[in-house]
């Protein structure tokens, strides 16, 4: 009787004490987990060594420990890159790997989880991830029956892929892409964000992921999302049109025959200014590559929805509107005058003088040379918008870079360098006008203009010195002289040496 009481107490003991043993092992996981949700505990618990602690834990019998140490591994991962680094070389990503096609779907989301926050942070890490044999786990893991997990495997797909083409095509050999397409017919709406953020991802680096991408039959799927009401959504789906229009003319071509012309033109008044954004590069991508490709985007009426777009815009996200009026102009005359007509020239000239960021001005001064090119109408039309000067002194700045002085150069290869910047006239003759108007060669002399060019000081053989030589090519030899610097001098010198007979 007493031993049997003894056992049963024993029993009792030992029963409490592993309970307790367990309860403490969740309370530590679950602390630690939320304690990375805080960057400031971060370098706290690295110090502390926890990524030691944590390992044997991911094999614990019970599972929602498992899960909550997982969780906390990809939080601690995903905070910095040496933390990702000590998640490889604890050897934590094979038990990962295994337990992804193993474990309950709630592990399996956590799993999928700490890979992404490995892989997101460089080529090597994410290169780590493919070598541990994550790429086929994750691929079979988008045929989850749980959403969730779908999704997660496609965020930790889209993480690797994203970073260079040579990882891509890992993803790619791996069937990941038939199933991202299916992915994005699924009726989840954060799915879909993921799926089209992967196949976005795959098809940036090269023509022939992004054709692998198409072959799959994404774009027509794509495009019926277009105008879907979740603004999150369409950023990634304009983001994936424009990855795979930008690589060559037939990609384009295939994404204009799905028909999203005019009706994406409608989100370039969305609320969300990305939404916008991403459609504007989306139309910078198609115009590039050809005339006929920017003429159909000028006649659903592109062009005018762009001029739009950029003066209700403000900062970066004006960069691939600038940029797509300038690829539009550069292919013909007519394309030039169609955004004259429409006054992008105006729009232009405000956002060159409203944005601060140089590598917007610079590619502003450019769109600006892709106008003014074909004609003297074309450059008359940019003068009269009173830019050259400011190009002029963009230029001429030291503390604008290269890029920016390179891009204004251009501007004024084009049209004209220089005229007189205190000049009060509002016409400031370019370079295409000059031999052929008797009247703004006359008017470039007395306003100054003439004599300001005869005072840059240019390299030898350099784009600007050319460029001074073809203005000085307008006007006779005896007028370039007496507007250089140090002329008077030097007749002042003869009339010293001048011995009267």
Not at 287 to 302: C, D, F, Q, R, Y
């Amino acid at each position: 009787m007493d031993l049997a009481l003894g056992t049963g107490i024993l029993s009792c003991c030992n029963r409490k004490v592993f309970e307790q043993y367990q309860k403490s092992r969740a309370q530590f996981v679950q602390t630690i987990a939320e304690l990375a949700t805080r960057p400031q505990n971060i370098e706290t618990l690295q110090n502390a060594g926890v990524m030691s602690l944590l390992r044997p834990l991911l094999l614990d019998v019970v599972p929602t420990i498992q899960q909550t140490t997982a969780l906390a591994l990809g939080r601690l991962a995903n905070y910095n890159d040496d933390l990702a680094v000590a998640v490889v070389k604890g050897d934590i990503l094979p038990q990962l790997v295994y337990s992804l096609t193993e474990q309950n779907r709630f592990y399996k989301k956590a799993a999928a989880f700490v890979l992404r926050a490995v892989a997101k942070h460089s080529p090597a890490l994410a290169q780590a991830v493919v070598d541990c044999g994550a790429l086929d786990a994750l691929v079979i893991s988008l045929e989850e029956f749980d959403p969730g997990v779908k999704e997660a495997a496609a965020w930790a797909l889209g993480y690797i892929a994203r970073h260079n083409a040579h990882l891509s095509q890992a993803v790619v050999d791996a069937g990941a892409v038939p199933l991202l397409v299916l992915c994005i017919q699924e009726p989840e709406v954060a799915l879909k964000r993921i799926a089209a953020s992967a196949l976005s991802d795959i098809a940036k680096h090269s023509p022939e992921l992004a054709q692998t991408v198409v072959d799959t039959g994404a774009i027509a799927h794509l495009a019926q999302m277009i105008l879907n009401p979740d603004a999150k959504l369409k950023r990634q789906v304009f983001s994936a049109l424009s990855q795979i229009s930008k690589h060559s003319v037939d990609l384009a071509e295939m994404v204009v025959e799905a028909e999203i012309f005019p009706a994406v033109l409608a989100c370039l008044r969305d609320p969300d200014e990305y939404v916008r954004k991403n459609v504007t590069t989306l139309m910078r991508e198609i115009t590039k590559h050809t005339p006929e490709l920017s003429l159909m985007i000028v006649n659903a009426g592109g062009v005018a929805a762009v001029i739009d777009y950029l003066g209700d815009s403000r900062g970066n996200v004006r960069l691939p509107g600038i940029m797509m009026l300038g690829y539009v102009a550069a292919h013909s005359e007519n394309l030039a005058m169609a955004v004259i007509v429409s006054k992008g020239v105006p729009q232009l000239a405000i956002c060159l003088s409203e944005e601060p960021e140089e590598h917007i001005k610079a590619a502003t001064a450019w769109a600006f040379g892709q106008i003014g090119r074909h004609t003297p109408e074309h450059a008359r039309a940019v003068s009269t918008a009173n830019v050259l000067p400011k190009l002029l002194a963009l230029y001429m700045d030291t503390d604008s870079s290269e890029d920016l002085q390179v891009k204004t150069a251009q501007g004024f290869i084009i049209q004209c360098i220089v005229f007189l910047v205190s000049s009060p006239l509002t016409f400031s003759p370019p370079l295409q006008v000059l031999p052929h108007d008797s009247k703004a060669r006359r008017l470039f002399v007395t306003s100054g203009g003439l004599k300001k060019v005869q005072e840059i000081k240019a390299d030898p053989g350099s784009a600007l010195q050319e460029y001074i030589n073809s203005i000085n090519n307008c006007y006779p030899e005896e007028i370039v002289r007496y507007y250089s610097p140090g002329y008077s001098e030097t007749l002042l010198a003869r009339v010293e040496k001048y011995q009267p007979v």
